[in-house]
């Protein structure tokens, strides 16, 4: 597939995907949806280890694109779940499932659906001048694409609903302050810090990680007993690994772990 709204590359165990279509603050549209999944289908059969996903121009992703949508009198309201379920979801829970850490870097505005995208990231970066805005109460809408799950999940329900029932901008350092996202960066440093991280996680224990973000997202809707079963059966697993055995002889030969991620 030749894509026409989205960069993606993969080089020395990175993915990269750049939303591209800056002229609409690089809104979904369906096509984007598809070269997304079909972007996400390669990830997975890589040797990637990290995905970073970004937005050209000044947005991130301005959520879904409203010229799509002809809501003009008497047409037929279009089915928003279906819309939700085929292509959303997927993309949602695809980021969740890749086997590895997914770094965001929000570069400008992340609204409605794009707030989501970002949320759906396992570390999120974000430059001072980005701000995240739950647009879908503009139009009527519930949070969605996850959004509903993450915002309480990270914020608490006071400013999820806050932040859900007026559609207020956050600037990027508050999201920070509240918890929202792992970090908020000078406009400058964004693409380098999300480099600098990707390259650290090009050569980490990358099946580890992937078990380790399994734990914490499963952590949220689990008794301690039934995360202490899940630690065990995790750690079982991985302490079976490669990486698990080169990080303990490293230490003791007091050199560098080289990790093949399995
Ligand atoms: C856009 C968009 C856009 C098209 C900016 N579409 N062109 C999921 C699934 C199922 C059903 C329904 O919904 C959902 C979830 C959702 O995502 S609902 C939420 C949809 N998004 C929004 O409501 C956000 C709409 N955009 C805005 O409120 C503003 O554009 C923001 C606050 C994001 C940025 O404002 P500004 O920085 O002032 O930029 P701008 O408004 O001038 O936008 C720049 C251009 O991008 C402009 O085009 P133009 O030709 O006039 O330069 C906009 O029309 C276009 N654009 N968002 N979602």
Same mark, same amino acid.
């Given at each position: 597939?030749?894509?026409?709204?989205?960069?993606?590359?993969?080089?020395?165990?990175?993915?990269?995907?750049? #939303?591209?279509?800056?002229?609409?603050?690089?809104?979904?549209?369906?096509?984007?949806?598809?070269?997304?999944?079909?972007?996400?289908e390669?990830? +997975?059969?890589?040797?990637?280890? /990290?995905?970073l996903?970004c937005g050209?121009?000044?947005?991130?992703?301005?959520g879904?694109?409203l010229d $799509?949508?002809?809501?003009?009198?008497?047409k037929?309201?279009?089915?928003l779940?279906?819309?939700?379920?085929?292509l959303?979801?997927?993309? %949602?829970?695809?980021l969740?499932g #890749?086997?590895?850490?997914?770094?965001?870097?929000?570069n400008?505005?992340?609204?409605?659906?794009?707030?989501? *995208?970002?949320?759906? !990231?396992?570390?999120?970066?974000?430059?001072?001048?980005? %701000?995240?805005?739950?647009?879908?109460?503009?139009?009527?809408? /519930?949070?969605?694409?996850?959004?509903?799950?993450?915002?309480? +999940?990270? /914020?608490?329900?006071?400013?999820?609903?806050g *932040?859900?029932?007026?559609?207020?901008?956050?600037?990027?350092?508050?999201?920070e302050s509240?918890?929202?996202?792992?970090? !908020?960066v000078?406009? $400058?440093?964004?693409?380098?810090?999300?480099e600098?991280?990707?390259v650290?996680?090009?050569?980490?224990?990358?099946?580890?990680l992937?078990?380790?973000? +399994?734990?914490?997202y499963?952590?949220?809707?689990?008794?301690l007993e039934?995360?202490l079963a899940?630690?065990?059966d995790?750690?079982?697993?991985?302490?079976?690994?490669?990486?698990?055995?080169?990080?303990v002889?490293?230490?003791? $030969?007091?050199?560098?772990?080289?990790?093949?991620?399995?």
């Amino acid at each position: 597939m030749t894509y026409q709204t989205i960069l993606f590359s993969i080089n020395d165990g990175i993915a990269r995907i750049t #939303l591209n279509r800056p002229e609409k603050l690089n809104a979904f549209s369906v096509s984007m949806h598809a070269e997304l999944h079909d972007a996400l289908e390669r990830i +997975r059969a890589s040797a990637a280890r /990290v995905l970073l996903l970004c937005g050209a121009g000044r947005g991130f992703c301005a959520g879904q694109d409203l010229d $799509e949508r002809d809501l003009s009198p008497g047409k037929p309201a279009p089915d928003l779940g279906l819309t939700l379920e085929s292509l959303y979801h997927p993309l %949602v829970l695809g980021l969740r499932g #890749l086997p590895m850490p997914v770094i965001c870097a929000v570069n400008g505005v992340a609204a409605g659906a794009g707030a989501s *995208l970002a949320l759906a !990231c396992d570390i999120v970066l974000a430059a001072r001048s980005a %701000v995240f805005i739950q647009s879908f109460c503009k139009l009527g809408l /519930v949070p969605d694409a996850g959004g509903s799950h993450a915002l309480p +999940r990270r /914020v608490g329900t006071a400013r999820a609903m806050g *932040l859900a029932l007026l559609g207020d901008k956050l600037p990027a350092e508050q999201a920070e302050s509240w918890g929202l996202i792992w970090k !908020c960066v000078a406009d $400058e440093q964004l693409l380098p810090e999300a480099e600098r991280l990707a390259v650290h996680f090009s050569s980490a224990p990358t099946k580890g990680l992937a078990f380790t973000k +399994r734990a914490i997202y499963a952590s949220t809707d689990h008794t301690l007993e039934q995360q202490l079963a899940l630690e065990r059966d995790f750690q079982r697993e991985i302490g079976r690994g490669n990486d698990y055995r080169e990080g303990v002889n490293a230490f003791k $030969e007091k050199r560098a772990p080289i990790f093949d991620g399995k």
